[in-house]
């Protein structure tokens, strides 16, 4: 199934701070408020240093889509240092999501994709892949629930194409996805149940 960009669910962040595009969210009558979801997707705009919301019971992995980049603290425990670590462009980011965390930007505003899974009851798996022009990319979806996300580019999937912003969703499998007339950049989720 192909998820428009423009289909997406504006919410505003728990923290009130800002606004995130809700891509996929699982059960469907789950919400972000409730916190009832087994694992969601989205994505935002970053645009100043800024608190995390939390999310008890979930994991999240974060990748920033564009731009510099940003730095993440935590703070596992109350009185402790900081743990801080700088977060680059398309490297995916795993933290709790049940610990204050805040982030800065390296140098301007950022988007990210963000992964919400329950806490040993979902496993995740996410990479970001490069397909150059023209070429076939065979993606050996191993998950119960598997995503693509266009990070860049155009890609011709079994159901249609994608372009920036959209993504493809499918069960596991062998999935032959094309690269148009340029590099297509794309970032790969697979979500497992533990059950």
């Not at 425990?77 to 930007?105: H, K, T």
């Not at 990210?112 to 970001?128: A, I």
């Not at 629930?145 to 999937?157: C, M, P, Q, V, Y």
Request: hydrophobic share 35%.
């Amino acid at each position: 199934m192909i998820l428009k960009r423009t289909d997406y669910k504006r919410s505003t962040w728990k923290n009130g701070l800002g606004h995130t595009d809700e891509i996929e969210i699982y059960p469907p009558t789950a919400s972000l408020v409730k916190g009832d979801f087994l694992w969601r997707l989205s994505s935002a705009r970053i645009e100043k240093a800024s608190p995390f919301s939390l999310f008890p019971a979930h994991e999240r992995v974060l990748v920033v889509l564009n731009g510099a980049g940003i730095r993440m603290a935590h703070t596992f425990e109350p009185g402790e240092p900081e743990d801080v670590n700088e977060v680059p462009p398309r490297q995916p980011y795993e933290f709790p999501g049940d610990i204050q965390s805040r982030c800065e930007l390296i140098d301007g505003p950022i988007t990210d994709f963000s992964v919400f899974s329950r806490t040993g009851e979902v496993g995740t798996e996410v990479r970001v892949e490069t397909i150059a022009t023209g070429e076939d990319f065979i993606w050996r979806a191993e998950g119960k629930w598997n995503f693509a996300f266009l990070i860049e580019g155009a890609i011709e999937t079994p159901e249609g194409q994608l372009d920036q912003g959209d993504a493809y969703s499918t069960g596991p499998g062998e999935v032959v996805l094309h690269s148009g007339s340029m590099n297509s950049v794309l970032l790969l989720v697979s979500l497992s149940s533990f059950e």
